[in-house]
């Protein structure tokens, strides 16, 4: 007794597997930093035990057994990525693809496979997202509901259940167990992107299927895209299997940029939700903005509403950067609306919180007070002076 419990590996902190999971093996391989293998072929001499292999991954969907195959099937380095992401989020497996969108619509075509074209979904969810299944562009059908009426949603051909929790662009949050126990036999999907694995792990809450958009967060410095499913193994050979079929696959050196990315995930998701947090509190006691949007779990985002234009507080900022994405080092400001929920239609924008005038900020490392007098300038700037301040001529006379 005493040496198997000897033998039991004690569980090791989420900020510990940050740091080491999927790198188990570098020091027996002699190296430090994990292996980049950008190969898209290998060599094997026997043609035969080739082929025997690849029928086995087209039967089973498991990963191949001894040396790969061809970059399509399966690669060193971004399953390194997807080993230490399904330790993170407490599952058996996770799959990576080329975006979050590739991942999305890999597990729609696993549910379609299978006669299972019906989708039950809660609003508000990434825009793409939600043009993926209102737009029914891989015969997908969709009902939307509040998280109160999925249960009665259901029907047999009901293939998965869709929320997003903290919800983009409102930061909406779902009670995930009481979801889950309407779901039934359906499985789950919850789109963990904003959150990470640092502030909730949606698999303990009974989600089958964890989304993530690996750009975001993951990746954390803007410089890499990718995105990921963690799940059950079963599930995850019937993803693989879509995965080689379509070509969605993530690149090698995405793979060992996410993988690095996620060594530092814990410590920037708690940094940049302190600062959040300060920002929200900030902002809900500023007379400029009518209503602020924070989530109870915390997390690093940030929506407001402003009483004036939102279009001059994107114009006006300075130290954060306008554009789309998030989850970046850096702060990051857009307006819903006219970017990421554009595609969807503007009453169905209004009827899940998403107004016109909500602005969307992704905190990232800077100092709070940086932030705050960036932030606090451009609410006091007008579209026409915070436009006018931006012209090149304007900026070239100010350095003089």
């Given at each position: 007794?005493e040496?198997?419990a000897?033998a039991?590996?004690?569980?090791?902190?989420?900020?510990?597997?940050?740091?080491?999971?999927?790198?188990?093996d570098?020091?027996?391989?002699g190296?430090?930093?994990p292996?980049l293998?950008?190969?898209?072929?290998?060599?094997?001499?026997?043609?035969a035990a080739?082929?025997?292999?690849?029928?086995?991954?087209a039967?089973?969907?498991?990963?191949?057994?001894?040396?790969p195959v061809?970059?399509r099937?399966?690669?060193?380095?971004t399953?390194r990525?997807e080993?230490?992401l399904?330790?993170?989020?407490g599952?058996?497996a996770?799959?990576?693809?080329?975006?979050?969108?590739a991942?999305l619509?890999?597990v729609l075509?696993?549910?379609?496979?299978?006669g299972?074209r019906?989708?039950v979904?809660?609003?508000?969810?990434y825009?793409?997202s939600d043009?993926?299944?209102?737009?029914?562009?891989?015969?997908?059908e969709?009902?939307w509901?509040d998280?109160?009426?999925?249960?009665?949603?259901?029907?047999?051909?009901?293939g998965?259940v869709?929320?997003e929790?903290?919800?983009?662009?409102?930061l909406a949050?779902?009670?995930?167990?009481?979801?889950?126990?309407?779901?039934?036999s359906v499985?789950?999907?919850?789109?963990?992107?904003?959150a990470?694995?640092?502030?909730?792990?949606?698999?303990?809450?009974?989600?089958?299927?964890?989304l993530?958009?690996?750009?975001?967060?993951?990746?954390?410095?803007?410089?890499?895209?990718?995105?990921?499913?963690a799940?059950d193994?079963?599930?995850a050979?019937?993803?693989?299997?879509?995965?080689?079929?379509?070509?969605?696959?993530?690149?090698?050196?995405?793979?060992?940029l996410?993988?690095?990315?996620?060594?530092?995930l814990?410590v920037?998701v708690?940094?940049?939700?302190?600062t959040?947090?300060?920002?929200a509190?900030r902002?809900?006691?500023?007379?400029?903005?009518?209503?602020?949007?924070?989530?109870?779990?915390?997390g690093?985002m940030?929506s407001f509403?402003v009483?004036?234009?939102?279009?001059g507080?994107?114009?006006?900022?300075?130290l954060?950067?306008?554009?789309v994405?998030?989850?970046?080092?850096?702060?990051?400001?857009q307006?819903?609306?006219?970017?990421?929920?554009?595609?969807?239609?503007?009453?169905?924008?209004h009827?899940?919180g998403?107004?016109?005038?909500?602005?969307r900020l992704s905190?990232?490392?800077?100092?709070?007070?940086?932030?705050?007098?960036?932030?606090?300038?451009?609410?006091?700037?007008?579209?026409a002076?915070?436009?006018?301040?931006?012209?090149?001529?304007?900026?070239?006379?100010?350095?003089?």
């Amino acid at each position: 007794m005493e040496n198997a419990a000897a033998a039991a590996p004690a569980p090791r902190a989420l900020a510990t597997e940050a740091v080491h999971a999927g790198r188990e093996d570098l020091a027996e391989l002699g190296v430090h930093a994990p292996p980049l293998d950008l190969s898209t072929t290998y060599p094997s001499y026997d043609a035969a035990a080739e082929a025997a292999r690849i029928d086995a991954f087209a039967e089973t969907g498991a990963r191949l057994d001894g040396p790969p195959v061809y970059a399509r099937l399966d690669n060193p380095t971004t399953a390194r990525f997807e080993t230490a992401l399904a330790k993170l989020e407490g599952t058996e497996a996770a799959v990576a693809f080329a975006s979050g969108m590739a991942a999305l619509t890999a597990v729609l075509l696993v549910r379609a496979s299978m006669g299972l074209r019906h989708v039950v979904a809660v609003r508000p969810l990434y825009g793409c997202s939600d043009h993926l299944l209102n737009a029914g562009l891989l015969g997908t059908e969709v009902t939307w509901t509040d998280p109160a009426g999925i249960a009665e949603a259901l029907r047999p051909d009901t293939g998965l259940v869709m929320v997003e929790t903290p919800a983009n662009p409102t930061l909406a949050e779902v009670d995930l167990r009481a979801v889950r126990h309407a779901c039934g036999s359906v499985p789950l999907l919850v789109d963990n992107t904003f959150a990470t694995p640092v502030l909730q792990r949606p698999a303990e809450d009974g989600a089958r299927l964890v989304l993530h958009s690996a750009t975001k967060y993951l990746g954390g410095h803007g410089d890499v895209m990718g995105g990921v499913v963690a799940c059950d193994e079963e599930f995850a050979r019937k993803l693989r299997q879509v995965r080689f079929a379509t070509g969605g696959v993530l690149h090698p050196l995405a793979g060992y940029l996410l993988l690095r990315g996620l060594s530092t995930l814990p410590v920037r998701v708690r940094a940049a939700s302190t600062t959040a947090a300060d920002l929200a509190r900030r902002l809900d006691a500023d007379p400029r903005v009518a209503r602020v949007h924070y989530p109870s779990i915390g997390g690093a985002m940030v929506s407001f509403e402003v009483y004036g234009d939102p279009h001059g507080v994107i114009a006006g900022v300075r130290l954060i950067t306008p554009a789309v994405s998030l989850g970046s080092v850096d702060t990051l400001i857009q307006h819903p609306a006219s970017i990421s929920h554009r595609i969807v239609a503007e009453g169905d924008r209004h009827a899940h919180g998403v107004s016109d005038r909500l602005l969307r900020l992704s905190v990232g490392l800077e100092d709070v007070e940086d932030l705050w007098r960036d932030l606090t300038e451009a609410l006091s700037a007008h579209p026409a002076d915070a436009l006018a301040a931006r012209r090149p001529e304007h900026l070239s006379s100010a350095r003089v």
